[in-house]
């Protein structure tokens, strides 16, 4: 479904710009820097500037897009770091339970020998 959407939006901007260009053939001048000046159609000069602001705004969102990665990259470093953390604490609580499981234990065994000496 998305893709013949994207399909659709394409070939109708594609068929604006055609249109436009069929209409707007009459040439103007451009003035680049002091000095530099071109002539072209009207179209070409509006499908130029389209194209020079769409390659921007995908260098923009690309580089939006890396920030992005690189923060979460980040972010994950630091959960990890967390993660082991608290695996650490577990190990070691667990050890102290079995280190007080294991107390009682002997020292009832030790009561007992007590008793039969």
């Known amino acids: 479904m998305m893709r013949q959407v994207n399909f659709l939006i394409i070939f109708v901007i594609c068929l604006a710009l055609v249109l436009f260009g069929i209409e707007n053939t009459e040439p103007s001048i451009i003035h680049i820097v ?19 602001g769409a390659v921007l705004a995908w260098v923009f969102s690309v580089w939006s897009h890396l920030q992005r990665t690189l923060e979460l990259g980040k972010e994950v470093k630091i959960r990890e770091t967390r993660i082991q953390e608290l695996e650490q604490d577990v190990e070691r609580y667990q050890a102290e339970l079995q280190e007080q499981r294991l107390l009682p234990a002997a020292q009832e065994k030790m009561e007992d020998v007590e008793v039969l000496a």
């Open 34 to 52: 002091r000095g530099v000046q071109l002539q072209a159609p009207l179209a070409v000069e509006l499908i130029v500037a389209m194209g020079i």
